[in-house]
């Protein structure tokens, strides 16, 4: 099992719509976790960390997370065709793992217009 | 604010030869690291340093080695290079280790023919 899994995609939405994208990861003491925003031939951009369950907003974007289900969602409300790029979760164990962020291949997410 | 900086943006190598990625960042920031991204794999880690002056293996670190010159630069050699090193380098940085997100430069695309 890959420590950190999302679908690959592409998920396609129509403008205005919401945007869920999902991510699983496989060890119960990651500590924190990060949605990444990549645009072809770009590096990756922080847009989103939540570090409890529950929910965390910043403008159109939600971050979800249920350690219980070792589960992080991000949702992106009215999406614009220049949301449009792949979408990375990471994850991190924190100081005692050793380790640095853990990323999933990401989603590819296209809106169109 | 130039954040992260990496040089250079483009490079083609021929097996065998050696090379340095430069990578510097002025946010102050203590903690970097080291990934490469190719298509199918997502982004691995190569090598990070926690603090300036440790230095620490990631997830594929063969045919690498590291520098941390200072607290502000973070270079990486490859000292034969093979035509599986051919990747996107991204160095990145966080404030310091453990549960923040990190910043990324704009990258190395490194050809080894």
């Known amino acids: 099992q890959k420590e950190v899994e999302q679908n690959s995609g592409p998920l396609s939405v129509p403008e205005g719509a919401i945007a869920s994208l999902n991510c699983t990861y496989s060890d119960r003491v990651s500590q924190s976790f990060f949605w990444y925003r990549q645009y072809s031939g770009k590096s990756p951009e922080l847009i989103m960390s939540?570090?409890?369950?529950g929910d965390k907003e910043d403008g159109r974007f939600t971050a979800q997370l249920n350690k219980a289900s070792q589960y992080v969602s991000l949702l992106i409300r009215d999406s614009q065709p220049s949301d449009s790029a792949t979408y990375l979760c990471?994850?991190?164990?924190?100081?005692?793992?050793?380790?640095?962020?853990?990323f999933g291949k990401g989603t590819t997410l296209s809106v169109s217009s | 604010n130039a954040g992260v900086t990496q040089t250079p943006k483009f490079q083609v190598l021929k097996t065998g030869q050696s090379m340095t990625l430069q990578c510097a960042q002025d946010?102050?920031?203590?903690?970097m690291y080291w990934y490469r991204q190719d298509p199918g794999m997502g982004l691995r880690l190569i090598y990070y340093?926690?603090?300036?002056?440790?230095?620490d293996k990631g997830e594929v670190p063969n045919g690498y080695n590291v520098s941390r010159l200072n607290k502000r630069e973070f270079s990486l050699r490859l000292e034969s290079a093979a035509p599986s090193q051919t990747s996107v380098y991204f160095c990145?940085?966080?404030?310091?280790?453990?549960?923040?997100?990190?910043?990324f430069g704009s990258g190395t695309r490194l050809t080894v023919v």
């Open positions: 990145a940085s966080s404030e310091a280790y453990g549960n923040y997100g990190y910043t």
């Open positions: 340093s926690a603090s300036e002056g440790t230095t």
């Open positions: 939540i570090y409890s369950n």
């Open positions: 990471a994850v991190n164990k924190g100081i005692k793992a050793g380790t640095a962020l853990i």
């Open positions: 946010m102050n920031h203590n903690s």
